[in-house]
C-alpha cells in the first residue's frame, strides 16, 4: 500500500527513501501525525532548508539523515 495512506501515530521511528519532489507531502504527514518525539531518517537526499540531528556518510555507501519531529518543527515550516 501507500505509504500516504498509513497512520504514523504508532511510530517511533520512520525510514523513508522517497526522490526529494515527494518531500513536502511527507513532511506535511509527519508533522500530523509522527508523535513528538518521533524520529524519522531520509536516505540520500536532505531535507531542504531543515538541520538534520546527524548524518552518517560512508565511502561507497548512502548518505542518511537522521531528524526528530520537534527540532524539525522549528527549523521549517511545513507547506499546506
Known amino acids: ?15 523513508a527513501y522517497l526522490l526529494p519532489k515527494n518531500y513536502n507531502k511527507l513532511k506535511t504527514k509527519i508533522y500530523s501525525e509522527l508523535k513528538d518525539n518521533g524520529k524519522f531518517i531520509l536516505s540520500s537526499w536532505p531535507l531542504d532548508n531543515t538541520i538534520a540531528i546527524n548524518k552518517s556518510e560512508k565511502k561507497g555507501s548512502a548518505t542518511y ?3 526528530t519531529k520537534k527540532a524539525t518543527e522549528n527549523d521549517v515550516s511545513v507547506a499546506q
Open 65 to 67: 539523515y537522521l531528524y
Open 1 to 15: 500500500g501507500s505509504f500516504y495512506n498509513y497512520n504514523l501515530s504508532s511510530a517511533d521511528v520512520i525510514y
